[in-house]
Structure formats: C-alpha cells, structure tokens
C-alpha cells in the first residue's frame, strides 16, 4: 500500500479556494486516490476520487499530475462548514482491497 | 436506506473488563473494517473482512483484541481486560468492491 504524506493542518478564511497536496512518492500502476472528509465526533465520508488529470464533483476537485506522486484536493469557496480532518488514501480499488488512513489535514476555516 | 449502524454509541467500563462493540454493515456490502481513533488522532486499521475470505488482523494492536463476523453482515469487535490506553472512539465502515467506505457513527469507549 502506497504511504500518504500531508501537512498535519491548514488555516484558511471564508470564502477562499483551499488546496491540500498529498504525496505518495511510491504509488502503483493500479491505485485510485481517494479523498475523505471527517468532521468532530463523525465518521468519515467520501468526498472524491481519481486516477489521473482532474475530477471535478459537486464538493470539491481533485487534481493529479501526470507523474501520480502526488495529488492536489481544492475545495472552492470554503466555509465556516469545511472545517474538518481531510484524509488521503491510495489503494487498488480493483482488487476490492483495504485502505490505510493516514494523519489526515486539519483544516480550519476562520471567518 | 440504512446506513452503518454502530451500537453502543458510547461505552464506560472498569479496568480489567470485556467490552463488545457492535457493527451492522449496510447490506450487500462484503468488505468490513474496524477503526480506532483516539482523541486528536488519525484513523488507526483494526482489522478487515472482505466476503468469506480470512480476516486480514494485522492491525489489531494484542491479542486483548478479536473481532468476527457472521457472513456478510453483523461483526462483533471484543477487547478483553480492557486497559485505559483502549479508550478511543471505534468506528466501523462497510464497502463494495470499490471502496467508497461507508463509516458508522463510531462507539466511545471509555476504560476507567
């Protein structure tokens, strides 16, 4: 399983794009990136996933270089409600195998 | 329909004590997993059910820990003399073979 690396956390204001970059320096041929979203005393929920180029959903965006090392999740116009743990997962959808939370990004929307 | 159901949402016990957590996986998803998450903290692998294949137990953290899981559904995760570091929240989540995971409110369990 591909190691994850983020920044432990992130400050920001409303109504600013975020962008959160995840490294994972040794991903494979078949991994997916996924994206979830955790809020205090919640469970984690999905935000978005990728292979490659750019998936854009109704929550948020997900960029990926050509190279896959890394990936870039932007959150457009974020509010006091964004605030929350992001986590960054890579794993191989295809086998239907586990996947491996890392730290995660805490990030703080201030008004 | 239904979502991952997680019972009891919060536990207090003693020291020394068994405790059982409880998952309901929604239904038709074949893959299980258990989480703990201590206060502050990221998501810590328990262990993993996938259809009738052998658990994958590599994240318990000691043999105090053991989880099963009837089929695809119900799974029962149990800590046995409970110690004070086990206080946590445990969260459960169940998936297709896609892996969007799907996570239950999680249970507070707090060792005295």
């Known amino acids: 399983l591909a190691k994850t690396t983020q920044p432990i956390s992130m400050d920001s204001y409303e109504g600013q794009e975020v962008n959160i970059t995840c490294s994972h320096n040794n991903i494979a041929t078949n991994d997916y990136i996924t994206w979830y979203q955790q809020f205090p005393s919640q469970g984690p929920r999905f935000i978005i996933q990728?292979?490659?180029t750019k998936v854009t959903n109704e929550v948020a965006s997900l960029f990926i270089p050509a190279d896959r090392k890394s990936s870039t999740l932007s959150l457009p116009r974020v509010s006091l409600s964004d605030t929350a743990v992001y986590y960054c997962l890579v794993g191989d959808i295809n086998q239907g195998g586990k996947l491996i939370f890392g730290q995660g990004t805490e990030l703080s929307v201030k008004p | 329909g239904a979502g991952v159901s997680q019972s009891p949402s919060n536990k207090v016990t003693e020291k020394g004590k068994d405790v059982e957590l409880r998952c309901d996986p929604i239904s038709g998803h074949t893959a299980l997993y258990w989480y703990r998450q201590r206060l502050g903290q990221g998501l810590e692998f328990l262990i993993y059910f996938q259809g009738n294949s052998a658990p994958d137990k590599s994240g318990l953290p000691s043999d105090r820990f053991s989880a099963e899981r009837t089929g695809e559904s119900v799974s029962t995760l149990t800590i046995q003399r409970t110690q004070q570091e086990d206080s946590a929240v445990y969260l459960c989540a169940s998936s297709l073979v896609l892996d969007t995971q799907y996570f239950g409110p999680g249970t507070r369990l707090t060792v005295l």
């Open positions: 990728g292979y490659k």
